[in-house]
């Protein structure tokens, strides 16, 4: 008999071995059944019932393997692969904020990124703060773009994570606060099915100052979920978002699975399900993946 839940660890895999020890570990805490291993060393899945009475709770599992670098996921077995990925991309898709980038080229690094952070914490609203920040990009040369995208990596998984869910018939799409200037870009890289972003304005040669509205910001991207679910003809249930940012959190929310991705804290702790040490293809290994089925 298939058991209704599936407990799923993940290993930082360039800094620790996911080992036996571990695994028998974690499915004494559940009361869980024989382990299945989604790539040696490094991810395994462990059937279980929910946690109940007498039981530790997810976080008590999560908090005992911290210290190893093992992140902790605990899903209903039925449903796990998504028909639909919805992914931010500044600190997610890929490794760095780009406006924070271009800002640093302006000479207001320290001032745009503290901008960032509070709005990232869920201090300050998004949009407000996303107008504030170009506005300190006025007069810079259009040629900083390019020199940004140069120095922008995508976050090791991205690839793996786009390219096996296409594989497997989901829709892919990266929904993001940032810009479609990097956004185009970063889609093609990992082969995303569609990108939707903010417009920043571009006069001249020069960065204006001002963005395109409607600003794409936290409704929106919940909206651009459940919009994108409604053409596919799936439930929400079926849908998959990660990100990092409170501008995230509705789409986490909303979404079947919502990943907390390396997170700031208030999404963190608000987030049901979280990849706190892994890379993304802690994604791919939440939805039974194994490393065999991935693709590149």
């Known amino acids: 008999m298939t058991l209704p839940y599936t407990l799923t660890l993940v290993a930082r895999r360039e800094a620790v071995t ?19 291993i989604l790539s040696e060393g490094e991810a395994a899945d462990i059937p279980c019932t929910p946690p109940g009475f007498g039981r530790p709770s997810l976080e008590t599992i999560r908090a005992t393997f911290a210290p190893r670098e093992v992140d902790v996921l605990l899903l209903r077995t039925r449903g796990r692969r998504k028909g639909l990925l919805v992914a931010d991309m500044d600190s997610t898709i890929v490794s760095s904020e780009t406006l924070d980038e271009l800002a640093a080229r302006a000479g207001v690094g320290e001032k745009v990124a503290a901008i960032t952070r509070r709005s990232m914490n869920g201090e300050i609203g998004f949009a407000g703060a996303l107008r504030e920040r170009v506005a300190l990009l006025a007069g810079l040369d259009a040629s900083a773009l390019e020199a940004t ?29 940032g810009f479609t200037w990097f956004t185009e870009r970063v889609a093609a890289l990992c082969g995303f099915d569609a990108h939707h972003a903010n417009a920043l304005l571009v006069e001249e040669g020069r960065i204006t100052g001002r963005v395109g509205e409607p600003i794409l910001g936290r409704e929106a991207k919940r909206d651009m979920l ?71």
């Open 18 to 36: 996911l080992t036996s020890a571990m695994i028998d570990a974690a499915r004494e805490l559940v009361a869980g059944g024989p382990p299945v």
């Open 226 to 296: 459940l919009a994108l679910a409604e053409a596919r003809g799936l439930r929400p249930g079926a849908t998959l978002a990660i990100g990092d940012g409170a501008n995230d959190l509705d789409m986490l929310r909303e979404a079947g699975l919502g990943l907390a991705f390396h997170a700031k804290p208030v999404v963190a702790e608000a987030a049901a399900h979280r990849i706190d040490h892994a890379d993304l293809r802690a994604a791919l290994f939440a939805q039974g993946y194994r490393a065999s089925d991935f693709r590149e």
């Open 149 to 177: 995208w140069a120095e922008t990596r995508l976050t090791p998984g991205a690839r793996s994570l786009v390219a096996t869910m296409r594989a497997h018939n989901a829709t892919t799409a990266l929904v993001s606060g």
